[in-house]
C-alpha cells in the first residue's frame, strides 16, 4: 500500500508562472489536506478537501491559489502567477473519512516551490 | 488563534538526557497525534493517543494524554542523536469541522 505521493519533489518557477502541485492520496482516503511550511517555521493549514468537495479552505490565500480533488486522480494544489513569497515546502497528507477518535492522517514528502 | 500550544519552542540537549516536551490546548481533542519531521522531509507519525489519561510507548518514547483530553506530553529517555528533529503534535476538535488542528512544534537537537 503505496503512501502519500506528491510530486514533483522541487520545483522551480519564474515570478509570474504557474505552480502545479500533485497530491495521490494512500489508497482507501478519501481526505486531503494541504499545507504551506517556510523554513524554521511550523506547518501552516490552507485547505482541507474530500474528492469533488472544499470542505475548508480558511487557510488559503484569497487571490492566485485554488485548490480541487477530483473524483479520479490526484489533488491539485494550483498557484498562479507566484511570487518570491509562494517559496516554501508544500505537503499533502490524506485520511480516511474522519469517524471516531482515532483517525489519524499521513503525509507526502512535500515539494519544493523555489520562485526565482 | 493558536488551539494546540507547545512548549518548548526549541531545546538543545546532550546524548543521554531525558526531555519531556508538552502540547496544551483549552478545548477537549477526540484525538491528538505526535510527529516526527526531519529536515526536507514530510513529518512522520508516531502513535495516536485518544482515550483520557492514556499512556502509550515507542521504545523511548512515553506518550501520555491528559485525562481531561486537553493536553498531551512526550518523555524521550537517553535522547540520542537519532532523535534531532521536529515535534509536532496534531489533533482532531471534532467541534471545528473536523480539520486537523496543529501545534507549531518542538525543534530538538540532540548533541553527541
Known amino acids: 500500500n503505496a503512501g502519500v505521493m506528491q510530486n514533483p519533489r522541487h520545483l522551480v518557477r519564474r515570478r509570474g508562472q504557474e505552480a502545479r502541485l500533485r497530491c495521490s492520496p494512500m489508497?482507501?482516503?478519501?481526505?486531503v489536506y494541504w499545507y504551506r511550511q517556510l523554513p524554521e517555521e511550523g506547518l501552516k493549514f490552507m485547505v482541507y478537501?474530500?474528492?469533488?468537495?472544499?470542505?475548508?479552505e480558511s487557510g488559503m490565500p484569497k487571490e492566485r491559489f485554488s485548490a480541487e480533488f477530483p473524483k479520479e486522480g490526484p489533488s491539485i494544489l494550483r498557484i498562479q502567477q507566484v511570487v518570491r513569497g509562494d517559496s516554501a515546502a508544500y505537503f499533502c497528507?490524506?485520511?480516511?473519512?474522519?469517524?471516531?477518535?482515532?483517525?489519524?492522517?499521513?503525509f507526502g514528502q512535500g515539494t519544493r516551490l523555489t520562485v526565482v | 488563534t493558536q488551539l494546540l500550544e507547545q512548549s518548548p519552542q526549541f531545546l538543545s540537549i546532550q546524548e543521554g538526557e531525558n526531555l519531556t516536551v508538552y502540547c496544551n490546548s483549552s478545548?477537549?481533542?477526540?484525538?491528538l497525534q505526535w510527529y516526527r519531521q526531519e529536515p526536507g522531509e514530510g513529518p512522520v507519525l508516531l502513535v495516536t493517543?485518544?482515550?483520557g489519561g492514556e499512556v502509550k510507548k515507542l521504545k523511548r518514547l512515553t506518550f501520555q494524554f491528559g485525562d481531561a483530553r486537553k493536553d498531551s506530553s512526550l518523555h524521550i529517555t537517553a535522547a540520542q542523536p537519532g532523535d534531532t528533529g521536529l515535534y509536532l503534535c496534531?489533533?482532531?476538535?471534532?467541534?471545528?469541522?473536523?480539520?486537523?488542528?496543529w501545534g507549531l512544534g518542538t525543534s530538538l537537537a540532540v548533541n553527541p
Open positions: 478537501l474530500q474528492k469533488e468537495n472544499i470542505i475548508d
Open positions: 478545548s477537549v481533542f477526540s484525538s
Open positions: 489508497k482507501g482516503h478519501s481526505h
Open positions: 496534531a489533533g482532531f476538535n471534532a467541534g471545528n469541522n473536523r480539520k486537523l488542528i
Open positions: 497528507a490524506s485520511s480516511p473519512l474522519v469517524q471516531g477518535k482515532g483517525t489519524e492522517a499521513f
Open positions: 493517543v485518544v482515550t
